[in-house]
């Protein structure tokens, strides 16, 4: 499986960006995905999920009511709109893909898109 982000950029503070993840290889295998972030200094962080189906979603607290996570399987990619967006939502942003190989679920990821908010 192999991820591409891309939609990252540097927007004002209340702007909005919507960030993609293409999915290609045995795309047939993969279930939850998921977007992070890292900034600069600190640790890599879950920011919202979704199951495999789009019927569930997660969120971190500090993106609930701004970010919205979606998946489309048909076109093979997942989608994080960032609304209200903030100077602490700076950071580098990844795509996770869970999927079923070796006998059970291996962790992909894409090579991140970088997020830079100004105040």
């Known amino acids: 499986v192999q991820l591409v982000e891309s939609g990252g950029g540097l927007v004002q503070a209340g702007g909005s960006l919507r960030l993609s993840c293409a999915a290609s290889?045995?795309?047939?295998?993969?279930?939850?995905m998921g977007w992070y972030r890292q900034a600069p200094g600190k640790q890599r962080e879950l920011v919202a999920a979704i199951t495999s189906g789009g019927g569930r979603t997660n969120y971190a607290d500090f993106v609930k009511g701004r970010f919205t996570i979606s998946r489309d399987n048909a076109k093979n990619t997942m989608y994080l709109q960032m609304n209200s967006l903030k100077p602490e939502d700076t950071a580098v942003y990844y795509c996770n893909a869970e999927a079923f190989a070796l006998g059970g679920l291996v962790p992909y990821w894409g090579q991140g898109t970088q997020v830079t908010v100004s105040s």
């Open positions: 290889g045995s795309t047939f295998s993969i279930n939850a």
